[in-house]
C-alpha cells in the first residue's frame, strides 16, 4: 500500500506520492517572485503551474501543493485547481496506461481508473523528469 494526494489542474486528476508533500496551501495572497518562483517559509521555490506543465489550458490555480519530485531533492510547489484528498493504493490497483500527448506521458507512469466516479487519475513520475523550456525541447 501507498498514500497519494488526489489533485485536479483543468480537467486532469493526478496522483501524488502523499510522503513527498510537505505542505498545501491557498494562492490566495500568495506573493510570485520572478521567473517562476515562490517564498515558501523563509526559502525560494521553483512553482510550476501543473495544466501549463502537461499542456493544456486550465483557469488559475487555486492552490499550492509544497512537493519534493526526487529524494533528498529540493522542494518545489505545484500549482493546482483542487486538492481532493488522500487515497491508498496498491500495486494492483493501478492500470494499464493509456494513450496520452508525449509531452503529457513523460511525467506520468500509471492511472488509476476510479470506480466510484468513474475518472482516470493519473500517476505524477518520482523522480519527476527535467522540466524544460519550450526552447530547450525545440533545440534536443
Excluded: C
Excluded at 506573493?31 to 499542456?55: C, F, K, N, P, T
Excluded at 476510479?114 to 530547450?136: D, G, I, L, Y
Amino acid at each position: 500500500m501507498a498514500i497519494y494526494l488526489q489533485v485536479r489542474s483543468g480537467p486532469v486528476y493526478l496522483m501524488l506520492d502523499a510522503l513527498a508533500v510537505h505542505e498545501v496551501l491557498g494562492l490566495e495572497g500568495q506573493i510570485d517572485g520572478a521567473q517562476g518562483h515562490v517564498e515558501w517559509r523563509d526559502d525560494v521555490l521553483s512553482a510550476i503551474d501543473m495544466a501549463e506543465l502537461l499542456g493544456f489550458e486550465a483557469p488559475a490555480p487555486q492552490m499550492g501543493v509544497v512537493y519534493t519530485p526526487e529524494d533528498d531533492g529540493q522542494p518545489i510547489m505545484l500549482r493546482v485547481e483542487e486538492v481532493l484528498g488522500l487515497k491508498n493504493l496498491s500495486p494492483q490497483d493501478w492500470s494499464k496506461m493509456p494513450r496520452i500527448p508525449a509531452d503529457s506521458a513523460r511525467y506520468i507512469d500509471g492511472v488509476w481508473l476510479e470506480p466510484q466516479h468513474e475518472r482516470q487519475s493519473f500517476r505524477f513520475r518520482r523522480p519527476m523528469p527535467q522540466v524544460q523550456s519550450p526552447a530547450e525541447d525545440a533545440s534536443a
